[in-house]
């Protein structure tokens, strides 16, 4: 039932459009910019990565002919840093979060939808980088997995897997942690890239580490190195001598690339036909800043054009919807209520469409107060239900009609139940909430719910609808058996986090309480969640105390997530869909 807005606009296309429309042209680069952070003298004060205002300077305008929509970055060690070179106007940095200066990540020019799908961490055992896995353009036939990874040094060349070294035994390991990603995309028949520092020569003949992943396995895999013939690294860089801890007068042009962007046969597909290209400093430029000894590379595709690009041709008439859906446990004072700031003032500066409410009591809770306080907070038009004859009831808030609604029976807490509401959001496919509020007395009890509410659901809700899931689970960590159970019907990930970071959401930010889960449906649809100037992957926990700048959500006040007895924060996640007007 999903899948037929992808047949009809595929057939549209053939039928009305012609060839030369249903093309889009992306560059998809890597570049390793040597020690980037934004903390002076990183890593240990080495003069290797210190820069000024020039050297960044310099190093965005090779940026800017770059040109790359996505950019996979290595040696960054925060986006604060990657800002100076990729401007926050047009890029949206994401980084795999390792504690280290030398975080692979992405530079995404905005405007390109993608999902963050988590660090990839199994690359960073024994203290090697972790790699960094998104998915452009989530919600289309266009789908690409993309990899950012920066591998083990020192293993450059010859039978990685034989030479016994430290720096080989780490590779290998490397490679055969990369092997499962490559195999696990292949068996799921995704078109996929891995781009970054390898620290390999891949192209010489009868190398050992191409041979390993380019082993035809699973059935019909095949790999394809975008660069098809530059034997000789064309990129001149200035390098730093340890020894008199300054750089060396003579600029270096190493034997062989190492900088890859490897794809499979599907993406090989979409290959444009320059192929692969090398962005090179000028001599001049090497020697007077301190630029990286990578230079950046690049290869152009041309996907055969999909639902997201045709969306702005009028002729299709459709639209883009966004979708924001809060979890809000976010009452204060001593009655468990929503007082006339704190909490209200963090509903109006987010502007969510779906809220799943905890503890929906106002002033007197009578109807009319109930009502006041979804049309002053949320705007006039906004439905709700609300659990009766609760003490702390549970509640759903939609811009969109609700269609039907109800509550089941939550046999362990004596004071609220489960609620849900079906929800006709614009499309074809309705969307069904559900609000809860787990007991906070201990893990098994919490798992005894989960069990009861996944049955509930799985009998209830088709499966052809979307369905989200959310609110205070009182959970203590992100293991807790509760969710593990909630994973049968729900997606886990990815987990959004703080204004800076961490996953908290109780008042003390140490323990996840708080959460907005999306079945694999409208998962595949998330968006980073764009607030005023900032962007965030995953989503956001809001929390007014830390978050600049605070014009971003108007009316918010610093001190509304400190108010007395707001014991959580505010979970908020993005999603956009395509639909017909």
Excluded at 250 to 255: A, R, V
Excluded at 404 to 423: C, H, L, M, T
Excluded at 458 to 467: A, C, F, S, T, V
Aim: glycine share 6%; aromatic share 10%; hydrophobic share 35%.
């Amino acid at each position: 039932m999903k899948r037929y807005l992808f047949v009809m606009l595929t057939v549209f296309a053939v039928l009305i459009l012609s060839q030369s429309v249903l093309a889009r042209e992306i560059r998809l680069a890597s570049w390793n910019m040597r020690w980037v952070n934004s903390i002076e003298f990183a890593p240990g004060d080495s003069g290797e990565a210190e820069r000024t205002v020039k050297d960044y300077n310099a190093m965005r305008e090779y940026a800017k002919k770059l040109q790359g929509d996505v950019v996979a970055l290595q040696e960054v060690g925060d986006a604060e840093a990657a800002y100076h070179v990729f401007s926050q106007g047009e890029y949206t940095v994401l980084l795999s979060g390792r504690d280290d200066p030398q975080q692979t990540g992405f530079a995404l020019r905005k405007g390109i939808p993608f999902v963050d799908n988590g660090a990839y961490k199994e690359l960073g055992e024994g203290d090697t980088r972790y790699g960094t896995d998104i998915t452009i353009f989530p919600n289309s036939d266009n789908a690409l997995r993309l990899l950012s990874v920066h591998l083990k040094s020192g293993c450059f060349s010859n039978r990685h897997d034989e030479q016994g070294t430290e720096a080989c035994s780490k590779f290998q390991r490397n490679m055969e942690v990369l092997e499962q990603w490559i195999d696990a995309r292949a068996k799921e028949k995704i078109p996929f890239v891995v781009m970054g520092d390898w620290n390999r020569r891949l192209l010489e003949n009868g190398d050992s580490a191409w041979a390993a992943i380019d082993d035809k396995e699973p059935k019909g895999l095949q790999l394809v190195n975008s660069n098809q013939g530059a034997m000789q690294s064309v990129c001149l860089v200035k390098t730093w001598n340890k020894d008199t801890e300054t750089w060396n007068d003579s600029l270096k042009n190493y034997p062989a690339p190492i900088d890859h962007i490897i794809l499979d046969g599907r993406a090989a597909s979409f290959l444009s036909e320059n192929g692969f290209e090398v962005v090179t400093f000028t001599e001049e430029d090497s020697l007077a800043y301190n630029l990286s000894d990578h230079c950046p590379i690049y290869t152009d595709m041309t996907l055969p054009d999909d639902k997201v690009s045709l969306l702005e041709a009028d002729t299709l008439h459709m639209d883009r919807v966004k979708l924001r859906i809060m979890a809000a446990n976010i009452t204060s004072g001593n009655k468990q209520s929503y007082d006339l700031g704190h909490g209200i003032r963090i509903f109006k500066g987010f502007k969510p469409d779906v809220v799943l409410i905890q503890e929906f009591n106002y002033k007197e809770n009578s109807q009319k107060d109930i009502k006041e306080f979804v049309s002053t907070t949320f705007g006039e038009g906004f439905q709700y239900y609300r659990e009766s004859d609760a003490q702390i009831p549970n509640g759903v808030i939609s811009r969109w009609p609700i269609l039907d609604s109800g509550k089941w029976e939550d046999s362990f807490a004596p004071n609220r139940e489960y609620v849900w509401a079906k929800i006709d959001i614009p499309g074809n496919i309705d969307l069904w909430a559900v609000s809860l509020h787990f007991l906070t007395k201990n893990s098994r009890i919490r798992k005894a719910e989960a069990r009861e509410l996944v049955a509930k659901i799985k009998e209830r809700i088709p499966e052809e609808d979307y369905l989200v899931v959310g609110g205070d689970l009182n959970t203590r960590n992100v293991n807790e058996p509760a969710l593990k159970i909630l994973d049968e019907i729900i997606d886990l990930g990815p987990f959004p986090e703080g204004p800076k970071g961490g996953k908290g959401t109780n008042s003390s930010r140490k323990k996840p309480y708080d959460w907005v889960f999306a079945d694999a449906d409208l998962n595949q649809y998330q968006v980073q969640t764009e607030v005023g100037s900032r962007n965030f992957p995953k989503g956001i926990i809001f929390d007014s105390r830390v978050y600049g700048p605070l014009s971003d959500v108007t009316p918010v006040e610093r001190g509304d997530s400190a108010a007395p007895n707001m014991q959580h924060m505010a979970v908020v996640k993005d999603f956009l869909l395509y639909v017909h007007e």
